[in-house]
């Protein structure tokens, strides 16, 4: 059976006038599934989440590529057909919970004002609605905090607030960008799994960034790794964590998640203890890798190698896992 | 909830307020006494003539014999009811002196800081929004003239222009004298005296604002919250509207409070330039004349004036950022 993606990114490349941050990114979601984007900071994860809802910093453009959503491309839809996907169609939760309300709002207002801008809700309406999202999300007292401003709220609470205000209108896509990074262990745990619950749900498609393989491992369906501005790998989470086909995958499972008998511990570690640093993306000759990888054999100072199939949905780029007497057996 | 915070902010303000005021018309009082001659040695220069034995009269009459302690003691002692004396030289009382005074400089201060807020408000919002193109380097440039310009001087040119070469505005005064405008007529009447002072008055502080708007809006732009609301869908316009310019006002508006004070310094230099019978010109005068009771009671009033501006702010800025817990 073959459906079709809620989000299907192609090709796409975002640049600085100075320099290429991303190079020709692609990847889909499916509907209802939750999709892991892995990488070291600086990689080019967040740039890549912007750019779906063309939300990019200023001076970053989207240099080429698709952005398919619900059969248009929101890389050339004009603004108006944009602003009617945003917060509706896709929407977008930040990885600063202390900052992304604001401060001189109350946070029903916030809440309301996303409704009311998609539904044609009355504000008595828009505001039931809102109180009904806070239950949902577990805001104790909904009543009471509506009318509380962000510095009212722990930084667990506001995450809650921004995940209300995200799935406030039934939104086909869901893009976390950290969303948990900011708050501590338990508290993510708990965020988490609100997440998990909600796209079960409401069978949302979740585009998660992060920088904890334990989050990827406990709650992705898929996994995507991302290395100086190119996805490397992608694999189904179970397949990635028992036999990463890249060298940059499998440095990363030694360096962040403890592996003991066969489980991911949930750790904190953070995607750093790769020897070396992300290689200027912009010098291209070979595999972007090659620099820091212990694997090099000739073909790989060849080209970029492409993102080639390991197995039916599993795609890596590296030019030894496609060759079977070439692969590392590191993980076997 | 509005007249809760009122409530938090006058119970804040107004235990610091006396003490602040008692010290101000104390030292106000010592600094006046430092000066070289007093009341009587104008009154005796203007009827021309007098003897060693008349000003020793007249010392004693207007309580100048006192020690210094004890004109201090009298002047509070009468303070507290509500008696700011009586001007020597023009034999009045001051608080009607002053309170006659008062609301055409309040008339012109309030629309003086109006105006500044509102123009500063809106340039600076359309210099952010064209930043570092040519609307903003152009009305950069504007700026930087206004703000180099000082008010006085800018009130003698526009006089020379707008009233002595083309005729379109008095130059002196706050009202046409004996006209008896009534309704509308009188409103336009107090509006062509007031335009010149007014703007004289409020440049400086309009290039002040716009620059901090400017400021704060670019600063605003880039926070996390923006990119929130505008991820949500919002229309750029609401976007600056209800998130972004709220959050720009806080710094501007709290500058702006804290220059009420120097408008109503500034007031007293425009107010002489443009004939303006407000406290200020009453204020030079009686510098001038060493009539210290009535300065006196104008820098009393001013410093009450300073403290309400203060509530005010405070108010203004509790309502505008809710962050500021007030206890
Ligand atoms: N103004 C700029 N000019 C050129 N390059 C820039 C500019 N701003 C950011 N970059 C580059 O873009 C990349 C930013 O990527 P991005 O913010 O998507 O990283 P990330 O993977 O989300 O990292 P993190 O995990 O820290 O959030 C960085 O490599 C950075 O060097
Ligand atoms: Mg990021």
Redesign the pocket.
């Known amino acids: 059976m073959k459906t079709v993606p809620v989000l299907e990114v192609l090709d796409l490349a975002i640049g600085?006038p100075?320099?290429r941050?991303v190079h020709g990114v692609s990847f889909e979601i499916h509907k209802g599934e939750m999709m892991a984007l892995v990488?070291e900071?600086?990689?080019?994860?967040?740039?890549?989440a912007f750019a779906i809802m063309r939300l990019l910093?200023p001076?970053?453009r989207i240099q080429n590529g698709q952005v398919i959503f619900d059969g248009t491309d929101l890389a050339t839809i004009s603004p108006r057909e944009l602003r009617r996907i945003r917060g509706n169609g896709i929407s977008l939760i930040l990885q600063e919970p202390m900052t992304s309300l604001n401060p001189v709002l109350t946070v029903g207002v916030q809440v309301a004002e996303i409704i009311r801008q998609h539904q044609n809700l009355s504000r008595a309406a828009a505001k039931a609605r809102v109180l009904e999202l806070f239950d949902l999300v577990g805001i104790t007292e909904p009543h009471k905090r509506y009318d509380q401003y962000p510095h009212n709220f722990s930084g667990g609470m506001r995450q809650r607030v921004m995940i209300a205000m995200a799935v406030a209108c039934n939104p086909a896509l869901l893009i976390a960008d950290?969303p948990t990074t900011a708050l501590d262990v338990t508290i993510q745990a708990q965020v988490m799994d609100l997440l998990d619950k909600l796209r079960r749900e409401l069978s949302m498609a979740v585009l998660l960034?992060t920088?904890d393989l334990g989050v990827v491992a406990q709650w992705a369906d898929r996994v995507a790794v991302?290395y100086a501005g190119r996805i490397v790998e992608t694999a189904p989470v179970q397949k990635f964590f028992s036999a990463p086909q890249h060298p940059y995958s499998m440095g990363l499972l030694n360096s962040s998640v403890s592996n003991g008998e066969g489980a991911w511990h949930y750790t904190n570690h953070r995607l750093s203890e790769i020897k070396g640093s992300v290689a200027s993306a912009a010098q291209a000759t070979g595999c972007s890798f090659a620099p820091r990888c212990r694997h090099v054999i000739a073909p790989c100072h060849g080209g970029q190698p492409k993102l080639e199939a390991v197995e039916k949905g599993w795609l890596a780029t590296c030019c030894r896992a496609q060759n079977q007497e070439e692969r590392i057996h590191e993980f076997a | 909830m509005a007249a809760g915070r009122v409530v938090k902010v006058l119970s804040k303000t107004l235990p610091q307020a006396v003490p602040t005021m008692l010290g101000i018309v104390v030292l106000n009082f010592l600094l006046l006494k430092m000066l070289p001659g007093d009341v009587a040695d104008t009154i005796a220069m203007e009827a021309g003539s007098a003897t060693a034995e008349s000003m020793a009269a007249l010392r004693e009459r207007l309580g100048l014999n006192l020690g210094l302690f004890d004109q201090v003691l009298v002047y509070l002692n009468n303070l507290i009811h509500l008696d700011l004396g009586k001007s020597a030289r023009l034999g009045a009382p001051v608080t009607t002196l002053i309170l006659g005074r008062l609301p055409d400089t309040l008339m012109l201060v309030l629309t003086a800081l109006g105006f500044a807020l509102v123009t500063g408000v809106l340039l600076g919002w359309i210099m952010s929004a064209f930043a570092g193109k040519w609307p903003d380097r152009l009305i950069s440039v504007v700026l930087i003239f206004v703000y180099a310009m000082p008010g006085f001087w800018l009130g003698l040119m526009a006089i020379v222009l707008f009233s002595v070469k083309l005729g379109w505005l008095p130059s002196n005064g706050s009202a046409s004298i004996g006209a008896n405008y009534q309704g509308w007529a009188y409103f336009i009447d107090r509006l062509r005296y007031l335009v010149m002072p007014a703007l004289a008055l409020s440049l400086f502080y309009a290039a002040i604002y716009a620059r901090l708007t400017r400021s704060a809006m670019l600063e605003v732009q880039q926070q996390d919250f923006m990119r929130t609301a505008a991820a949500k869908g919002l229309h750029p316009i609401v976007m600056q509207f209800r998130h972004a310019l709220r959050n720009a006002l806080i710094p501007v508006t709290t500058v702006a409070g804290m220059h009420l004070g120097n408008m109503l310094g500034g007031a007293m230099v425009i107010e002489t330039v443009f004939g303006w019978p407000g406290m200020g010109s009453l204020a030079l005068d009686s510098v001038i004349n060493r009539d210290f009771a009535v300065l006196l009671g104008i820098l009393l009033l001013s410093s009450l004036l300073v403290i309400l501006a203060n509530v005010i702010v405070d108010i203004l800025q509790s309502w505008l950022d809710p962050r500021i817990e007030l206890r």
């Open positions: 600085f100075a320099a941050a990488g900071s600086g990689c080019g994860k967040s740039l890549t910093p001076g970053a950290e960034i920088h991302m």
